[in-house]
Structures are given as structure tokens and as C-alpha cells.
């Protein structure tokens, strides 16, 4: 499938900085998906961005999706230790054959 | 809800051997569920697609021979090792969509598998 790009690869602030990893694609996307994978953990599903231009808030992200729907934003705002972990975007394939492509993540690390 | 169970949680073999790795959907009936393989420090990998009551569909470069899966129920899909060497020793994530969400697009996933080849 297409490729979904995102940086930065690492990130690593000091508690209470904000933190944005972005995702681009060369292609219009039909849908993206944000999830967050702790240290050993799974991937969880955090938020999926549909329309063009959408912006969505979870207390302190905010996830966004480019009016061409090419590229999608996730920022946190005065990150916690909590959040540390990897963030993966991922563009579904949409129709009968629905899968998704994941981007390579951006790994969060938080110093207290 | 929408919980996914993986079992074993994690596995240790010899080479040579297969190893059978269940998805369970606890909560939700999956027509459709996918297994993953996650190398550290890296993305996850598609590797197919698990349909329950036909044959899987493989992504590209993924050999079907070696990786058997089965879906045999709605809430049950199977990955089976087959004579596991060292190189696929990886974490193993598996994840189904809800079968009554079709157009929330939403895959919920599993806890994953570890497996270490000797």
C-alpha cells in the first residue's frame, strides 16, 4: 500500500513542553488513524480523522487533517511522563479490502 | 468493550519448531482481523489479512506456507509458526475490526506475542 511518512523520528522534551509529530502522504488520504504504543505495550487506538481540515481534541491533543488531506498533525500540549511512548499515524486503505499502513512513529521520550 | 486477547503473551522455542498464536475477540464478533509483526524499535508490519470462512490474504513478501492462519469462528483467528527459525523471532500483533462498525474503520488490537527462536 502507500506510504504515510512521519517525523520526527525521536523527540525529547522537558515535562510541560509541547510536543507535534507529523504525518504526510503523496497521496489524498481516505482516512487517518492516530495510535500510541506505551514501552512494550500494544498499540492503542486514539482518534480516526475523516474530513478535510478536521480538527479533534482529547484534553491535551489535538489531531488535524490538511484541507488537501495529504498530511495530519498530533499535538500535545505541556506533555507529562505519561505520555511517553510512540506515536504511529496510519492511513486506511478504505473499500472492501480495508487494511492499514502504518507510519514508522515518532517516539516520544519526557523528561520529568 | 471491543477488547482483543492474544495467547501466549509471549513464547520461547527451538528452532525447527511451529508455534500457534490465538486472536480471540472477547467482546465483539471480527469477520476480519489482521496479523502484524513488529521488529524492535520499528513500525508494524502488515503481514495478512485473516477472513473468517475463506483463505487469508498475504501481503507481499510474506510466505503463506510458513505462516498459516486460520479463522474459524468469529472470534477466533489463528497464526501458526511454521518451523520457526532464529529470524523470525519478533513481536507478533493481531487486530479485528468490530463486525457490526463497518464504517468506523477502527482496528482494535491485541496485547501482542513475543516470540524468541533459539
Known amino acids: 500500500g502507500q506510504q504515510v511518512m512521519q517525523i520526527p523520528q525521536y523527540q525529547h522534551v522537558q515535562e510541560g513542553e509541547d510536543f507535534t509529530t507529523y504525518c504526510n502522504s503523496s497521496?489524498?488520504?481516505?482516512?487517518i488513524q492516530w495510535y500510541k504504543q506505551r514501552p512494550g505495550g500494544h498499540p492503542v487506538f486514539l482518534i480516526q480523522?475523516?474530513?478535510?481540515?478536521e480538527v479533534k481534541k482529547q484534553k491535551r491533543l489535538t489531531f488535524q487533517f490538511g484541507e488537501a488531506k495529504k498530511n495530519s498533525s498530533l499535538h500535545i500540549t505541556a506533555t507529562q511522563t505519561t505520555d511517553v511512548g510512540t506515536y504511529f499515524c496510519?492511513?486506511?486503505?478504505?473499500?472492501?479490502?480495508?487494511?492499514?499502513?502504518f507510519g514508522k512513529g515518532t517516539l516520544l521520550t519526557v523528561n520529568p | 468493550g471491543a477488547v482483543v486477547s492474544q495467547h501466549p503473551s509471549w513464547v520461547i522455542c527451538k528452532s525447527g519448531t511451529s508455534v500457534k498464536i490465538e486472536c480471540r475477540s472477547l467482546?465483539?464478533?471480527?469477520?476480519?482481523m489482521f496479523w502484524y509483526r513488529q521488529f524492535p524499535k520499528q513500525s508494524l508490519m502488515l503481514m495478512a489479512t485473516?477472513?473468517?470462512?475463506?483463505?487469508?490474504?498475504?501481503e507481499q513478501g510474506v510466505e503463506k506456507d510458513k505462516f498459516l492462519i486460520n479463522h474459524a469462528s468469529l472470534t477466533l483467528s489463528t497464526l501458526t509458526v511454521t518451523s520457526a527459525h532464529p529470524e523470525d523471532s519478533s513481536f507478533y500483533i493481531c487486530?479485528?475490526?468490530?463486525?457490526?462498525?463497518?464504517?468506523?474503520?477502527?482496528?482494535?488490537f491485541g496485547p501482542g506475542t513475543r516470540l524468541l527462536v533459539l
Open positions: 487486530s479485528a475490526r468490530d463486525r457490526f462498525s463497518p464504517g468506523q474503520e477502527t482496528q482494535y
Open positions: 497521496t489524498t488520504l481516505s482516512n
Open positions: 480523522l475523516v474530513k478535510s481540515g
Open positions: 496510519a492511513r486506511g486503505s478504505g473499500g472492501s479490502n480495508y487494511k492499514l499502513t
Open positions: 467482546d465483539f464478533q471480527a469477520t476480519t
Open positions: 485473516s477472513n473468517e470462512g475463506s483463505k487469508a490474504t498475504y
